[in-house]
């Protein structure tokens, strides 16, 4: 089985090696049929501290690294202006 993949925005690089990333998902209403955004935030292993804020990236699935990181930085699609 492939990993996963999805694309996001770096919201938080605050952390040693790690990054938050924002990832947008969307599906429609249930009952009114337009189409929702939801918002999933994930941390992501950057090991040469690459990421800024505003950036574009994506991330891949993992082993564990840590009590709530199961992702790392595949590239970074852009750069944040």
């Known amino acids: 089985m492939p990993k996963k993949e999805k ?3 770096v919201v938080s690089s605050k952390m040693d090696k790690t990054v938050v990333v924002k990832v947008a998902s969307y ?5 009114y049929k337009k189409i929702m955004e939801t918002n999933k935030n994930y941390k992501a292993h950057d090991e040469q501290n690459i990421c800024s804020e505003g950036d574009t990236v994506r991330i891949v699935e993992s082993k564990p690294l840590s009590g709530g990181k199961r992702w790392s930085i595949l590239e970074v699609v852009e750069k944040a202006k």
């Open 7 to 9: 694309t996001g925005v």
């Open 27 to 31: 599906a429609p209403h249930p009952k």
